[in-house]
């Protein structure tokens, strides 16, 4: 191919209207996590399954980002289709997504259908929902593993077409996207739809509509965002020769491989890319594997938790509901529910809040840090003493340090929680180390992955024409260092999902414990479980360095290797 027919790497400046469009996938997809979180529990149980059951069907989410997300991440960083690398898998996934929302919600009706109906007494409904439980339980890991083919292929989606200077905006976005579909869909869920759509489940109504929006959001998105064509961008090309060379140096030759190759050399490209990760990523992930044993039980079983207090206060245990007729029963655990949407909506509202605040605190950050440098005669000594403090101190890291002590203050005050109200506050109080959850990482990883691009476009440009050579300029040493060092969007969000991932496999075999041998404060005992946990991630976030503390400690790293080489020199 001629040198003219490439493009050079670049990833130019985006307008937030570009970025909130770019994000709206990120955003719809949460409104299908919501709905799952806050109707699939309730849902499960009554059809008849135990706690205890419950807890290793909710394994689907975490198997489905530790098996499903590196793979897609491989695949799409591998993509040659000239739309795109990640556009392919958005929409695959998408597509099965509102499938499986469709399945899972209609999974009574489809046990039916296959395996004979109801005649309408109580026995014959209870023995249809014990039939449908096998149903349910495939919905739920279809919807998971769909989830992951969108999520993964998003995320990577949102690195590839902003800019370094812009992660940190672009991830904020998400997380407000995020928020804001989670309130809404949390605010549907408190509501009773079955008055206004006519529906016999407020389930199905909500599968429906989340079905929908992630839909139209998908579509906006990509018609309205363009990617770097793999075929023609020179940054992607030479990574994507760097990468075949590797595997070729272990015997594998991806054009020749058969399907049992194909899944070795997957696995061994993950590996290799989990020994090449940049420290600063490595840290972060390591944090998310403490954080999110705690953050599970939060997700999955807040419904349940504010429900049961709900229920208590108006004097009914499980054994009293069991003998109450069958539509009196269903009217409580719908309101139990609705109860349990009201903590949803009030950890969704402080959620929104903290993702629409501290990004900008952050900028507020950036702004001061670059007044700093330039030395403002007419600025007092005391303000410049306060801008120079305040701006190192509300770094993304710090506030992610803070966020974790806030979390496990929330987990532990189970011990004293003794009614829905009580509860209802705690969770609201946990919006805000879950709004820097859906936030901070993702922004830590992005902005280094994005210096790293940078860096590593460069050279791969410099090599196509030349280039100007500035104080921004990469020093070859710097280059020569990251060389070596994954940066790709895909197979790298991938490994932090399995560090997302592989811990709530731990803490829903945990939960599935303590539902086993403890009935009294069993949801309590799981959420304190998860709040000590989480101390691992308070440890592993206060080592985790600003990224003008890391471009600053490249250049001691240049310096001092260049010192070394003029003390060697005249001993040559």
Not at 551 to 571: I, T, Y
């Amino acid at each position: 191919m001629e040198v003219g027919q490439y493009v050079p790497a670049s990833t130019p400046k985006r307008s937030k209207l570009y970025i909130a469009v770019l994000t709206s996938i990120i955003g719809a997809l949460q409104l299908s996590w919501a709905t799952e979180f806050s109707e699939g529990t309730p849902f499960l149980l009554s059809l008849g399954i135990s706690k205890a059951m419950l807890a290793l069907i909710w394994i689907a989410g975490p198997l489905s980002g530790t098996i499903g997300q590196p793979i897609v991440g491989i695949y799409s960083d591998n993509c040659r289709n000239p739309l795109g690398r990640r556009k392919p898998f958005i929409v695959g996934g998408c597509l099965a997504t509102c499938f499986s929302l469709w399945f899972l919600s209609h999974t009574v009706e489809i046990a039916g259908f296959l395996c004979g109906g109801s005649d309408g007494s109580e026995g014959s409904e209870k023995r249809l929902r014990h039939t449908a439980i096998p149903f349910a339980a495939c919905g739920v890991y279809m919807l998971d593993f769909s989830i992951s083919v969108i999520q993964a292929s998003s995320r990577a989606f949102i690195v590839d077409s902003v800019n370094t200077d812009q992660q940190q905006i672009a991830n904020a976005w998400a997380a407000r996207m995020i928020g804001l579909f989670n309130i809404f869909g949390f605010w549907l869920s408190s509501t009773d739809l079955t008055r206004y759509f006519g529906a016999n489940s407020q389930f199905k109504t909500l599968a429906t509509i989340a079905a929908a929006t992630l839909f139209a959001a998908t579509l906006a998105s990509c018609l309205s965002v363009s990617e770097r064509d793999p075929n023609i961008d020179v940054g992607i090309i030479a990574e994507r020769n760097r990468r075949m060379e590797r595997l070729s140096r272990l015997g594998l030759h991806p054009d020749s491989l058969g399907f049992f190759g194909v899944l070795r050399s997957l696995y061994l490209q993950t590996i290799q890319s989990i020994n090449r990760l940049p420290k600063q990523v490595r840290l972060v992930c390591v944090a998310e594997f403490f954080a999110w044993i705690g953050y599970f039980p939060m997700l999955f079983y807040t419904t349940t938790y504010v429900g049961e207090l709900f229920l208590s206060e108006k004097g009914y245990t499980s054994d009293d509901l069991a003998k109450l007729p069958i539509n009196e029963r269903q009217a409580l655990l719908d309101d139990s529910v609705r109860r349990g949407s009201v903590a949803l909506l009030a950890h969704g509202i402080i959620t929104l809040l903290v993702d629409l605040l501290l990004p900008l605190l952050v900028d507020w950050r950036l702004k001061n840090m670059r007044k700093s440098q330039i030395h403002e005669s007419h600025a007092p000594a005391w303000i410049k003493y306060l801008r120079v403090n305040l701006a190192h101190r509300c770094s993304i890291a710090n506030i992610w340090i803070i966020s974790h002590v806030v979390f496990i203050s929330c987990t532990l005050s189970t011990l004293f929680i003794s009614t829905s109200g009580q509860a209802i506050v705690m969770f609201g109080l946990m919006g805000i180390p879950w709004g820097c959850a859906l936030w901070v990482p993702f922004a830590m990883i992005s902005e280094e992955l994005g210096r790293i691009r940078d860096i590593k476009d460069f050279d791969a440009t410099s090599d196509l024409q030349p280039m100007e050579v500035t104080e921004l300029t990469p020093h070859r040493l710097i280059i020569k260092k990251y060389q070596a060092v994954e940066h790709e969007p895909g197979v790298i969000l991938g490994i932090h999902n399995v560090f997302v991932a592989a811990p709530q496999v731990i803490s829903s075999l945990g939960s599935s414990l303590v539902f086993k041998f403890f009935k009294s404060d069993s949801l309590g005992m799981v959420f304190r479980f998860g709040g000590l946990a989480t101390l691992g991630a308070l440890y592993y976030s206060t080592q985790i360095e600003t990224t003008e503390k890391l471009e600053a400690q490249d250049w001691e790293e240049v310096k001092a290797e260049e010192n070394s080489d003029l003390n060697l020199g005249p001993h040559m």
